[in-house]
């Protein structure tokens, strides 16, 4: 069963602008992670922000957790077309360090 | 260094057969999980290996197995084919497995059941 929720399920942006991204949980997590896959390749990990944390930030991308809430927000700055990809969620919870994953936004960034 | 290693990359097999996937993880990393992607049930655990135990199991059927060897590197085999079988099989590595670390992906396994 799915943890996270992503939303939207699809995104399509020009290259340059934002593209936000939202995660909502259902239980209390020990941490929140960001994944990319390009179509039909593995994913590739972005950013872990723990529970006891705000906002992270790598490069262009931006994370931030409200635990009030349950729901985290990766933001992309500046997309560019190679951004093009799905982006995951996933969560660990309790005693499990074992991520449980979303299903998902689909983003595309057009040239 | 070289990342995680997944082989074969592309497989078709026949309903009712079985099938063993490989998986290489990055040299370090002693835990090994591997998940289950499906257009309809997104990505599913599967099981976790750590130090050649299996530590963690998700909900799949005994048809699913795994193991793990001396150098870290895991196997999964699927027993008696069917086609909801069809996904792509990712393993994924990490240190140690614990919830302060992300894990590292490699590009999966196709495997079509027809």
């Known amino acids: 069963s799915q943890q996270g929720e992503e939303d939207p399920q699809a995104l399509s942006i020009q290259e340059g602008e934002n593209a936000t991204m939202n995660c909502s949980y259902k239980?209390?997590?020990?941490?929140l992670q960001w994944y990319r896959q390009n179509s039909g390749r593995g994913l590739v990990h972005l950013i872990l922000i723990r529970s006891n944390e705000r906002e992270k930030h790598s490069g262009r991308l931006r994370v931030t957790l409200d635990t009030s809430k349950k729901s985290s927000s990766l933001l992309i700055t500046a997309s560019r077309a190679a951004d093009t990809a799905s982006y995951f969620c996933a969560t660990t919870s309790g005693g499990s360090y074992i991520p449980t994953f979303g299903r998902g936004t689909s983003l595309i960034v057009h040239p | 260094k070289a990342g995680v290693t997944q082989t074969p990359r592309y497989l078709i097999k026949t309903r009712g057969q079985q099938v063993t996937l490989s998986c290489s993880p990055i040299s370090g990393h002693r835990s090994v999980s591997w998940y289950q992607q499906t257009p309809g049930q997104g990505l599913q655990f599967l099981f976790e290996?750590?130090?050649?135990?299996?530590?963690n199991k998700g909900n799949f059927p005994g048809r699913f197995s795994g193991r793990q060897f001396s150098n870290s590197r895991s196997e999964m085999n699927v027993s008696t084919l069917e086609l909801g079988d069809s996904a792509l099989y990712l393993c994924a590595s990490s240190i140690q497995g614990e919830r302060g670390y992300g894990y590292t992906f490699g590009s999966g396994t196709r495997l079509t059941v027809v």
């Open positions: 239980t209390s997590i020990n941490n």
């Open positions: 290996y750590f130090s050649e135990t299996q530590r």
